[in-house]
């Protein structure tokens, strides 16, 4: 995994927080080396997300810890948190930019039961997305669902991919599929973020990704996984296709429906699905459904993190923004 000491350092930071947490997960270039513009492990902010069964709950007790993580929205009280978490973007509430035990990190909480949804059904694919790629699981407790869910996420994205590769592929071309899956349409990497992020995921980490994979690629009786070479075979016949477009998540069936579906026919998603298993398009058919999960969350979340940004951040259009927002709003 991360660093050996680096599981003590998490730990310790989690300690400043209520201990209530059904997943805490840490992410990102300062766990896992990143190459490109991202390589400065020691000094990168921790990326952390925080599930928790009781939001309202959390939130309070966290504001009595950590009042100054929050932002302007503190003074609204843990309900009203809550209701931003759970009601805008993706389903997270991000504090960034968080001085702890001498680290910058940044900390998202979302509601285990949301969380369990995104996993199963793909709704955003936003946390989903993030635990497609390697994690350090910082803690976690013994909810059965919880951990089904990460498991059935996990087999969700090898399906995904495999729907968009060819009949034989190198493991490399595989995990950059999967580590792409949930920027597919996500406006940041066009607007700013690095275009080559998912090869510089990738690369320095394919080890960490065959551990989260490999048991799945194993065990899947439609792929041969020659593991010497590196190298996979899958099943590209309309039949095999077929099988894997009914094992997707259901809100990518769903869109996968909508876009191959012409106006007034209402057609159901297994009907559309098999058409689509024998369709030469089938990837980009799977591609575009991605985009249309995405593209809508990324830009939702982005936009809420405007408002609950910190006073720690400094973003001067952001703040004039925050400003305008506290001014004009009722008391």
């Known amino acids: 995994m991360a660093l050996q000491s680096s599981g003590v350092a998490f730990r310790k930071i989690l300690s400043h927080?209520?201990?209530?947490?059904?997943?805490?997960?840490?992410?990102?270039?300062?766990?896992?080396?990143q190459a490109g513009p991202s390589s400065d492990q020691k000094n990168a902010m921790l990326d952390f997300v925080f599930t928790v069964d009781d939001p309202v709950a959390w939130h309070s007790k966290n504001l009595k810890k950590n009042w100054n993580h929050y932002s302007f929205l503190k003074v609204l009280g843990s309900k009203f948190?809550?209701?931003?978490?759970?009601?805008?973007?993706?389903?997270?509430?991000?504090?960034?930019?968080?001085?702890?035990d001498g680290r910058l990190i940044k900390y998202g909480v979302i509601s285990t039961r949301i969380l369990i949804e995104d996993l199963l059904n793909w709704n955003n694919l936003y946390i989903a997305g993030r635990l497609h790629k390697p994690v350090?699981?910082?803690a976690m407790n013994e909810n059965v669902a919880l951990r089904s869910a990460l498991d059935k996420n996990l087999k969700s994205a090898v399906t995904a991919a495999f729907l968009m590769l060819p009949e034989s592929f190198s493991e490399e071309d595989l995990f950059i599929e999967i580590a792409g899956l949930s920027y597919s349409g996500d406006f940041r990497m066009v607007v700013g973020e690095d275009k080559k992020k998912?090869?510089?995921?990738?690369?320095?980490?394919?080890?960490?990704?065959?551990?989260?994979?490999?048991?799945?690629?194993?065990?899947?009786?439609?792929?041969?996984?020659?593991?010497?070479?590196?190298?996979?075979?899958?099943?590209?016949?309309p039949e095999g296709q077929f099988t894997q477009l009914m094992t997707l998540p259901k809100t990518l069936q769903q869109q996968i429906n909508h876009i191959m579906d012409p106006p007034g026919k209402n057609r159901d998603v297994e009907e559309t699905l098999l058409q689509l298993a024998h369709d030469p398009d089938?990837?980009?058919?799977?591609?575009?459904?991605?985009?249309?999960?995405v593209r809508p969350s990324s830009i939702?979340?982005?936009?809420?993190?405007?408002?609950?940004?910190?006073?720690?951040f400094r973003n001067p259009y952001l703040m004039k923004l925050q400003d305008l927002v506290a001014s004009s709003s009722p008391g």
Do not use: M, W
Request: glycine letters at 8%; a positive charge.
């Open 17 to 33: 927080f209520p201990e209530e947490l059904s997943l805490a997960f840490a992410y990102g270039s300062g766990v896992y080396r």
């Open 81 to 100: 948190i809550t209701t931003v978490q759970n009601n805008y973007g993706a389903g997270v509430y991000y504090n960034p930019l968080i001085l702890c």
């Open 136 to 138: 350090k699981i910082v």
């Open 198 to 237: 998912v090869l510089n995921i990738v690369k320095p980490n394919i080890v960490h990704f065959r551990e989260l994979y490999g048991n799945i690629l194993q065990e899947n009786p439609q792929v041969v996984y020659k593991i010497q070479q590196g190298r996979l075979e899958i099943d590209k016949s």
């Open 282 to 293: 089938c990837a980009d058919v799977v591609r575009l459904g991605l985009s249309a999960i």
């Open 300 to 312: 939702r979340q982005s936009t809420k993190g405007i408002f609950t940004a910190g006073k720690n």
